[in-house]
């Protein structure tokens, strides 16, 4: 079961990855990010079952810094969707 876990993070991860080196996905893209934080949470969980610190470093940090950007865009969002609705 663990391993289901760890490699459905790893496809996650990857699959951000890959689609935005295709151009099919933006590093603007809230989809991005929320591929990146869950694979990110689901390879923590995985890191800390096999005992393993530097990869639960490399993916805490990674995570870390993919919530605070999708926070970012969501926040971007949200302030030019209000200020359309201002304009109305």
């Known amino acids: 079961m663990n391993e289901i876990i760890g490699t459905t993070g790893l496809l996650l991860l990857l699959s951000a990855f890959v689609l935005n080196l295709l151009k099919r996905l933006g590093t603007d893209s809230v989809t991005y990010y929320i591929l990146n934080v869950v694979g990110c949470v689901l390879l923590s969980y995985y890191a800390i079952v096999i005992n393993s610190i530097p990869f639960l470093i490399l993916e805490s940090v990674w995570g870390l810094f993919a919530i605070f950007k999708l926070i970012t ?16």
């Open 73 to 88: 865009i969501l926040l971007k969002k949200n302030q030019y969707a209000s200020q359309k609705l201002k304009r109305k």
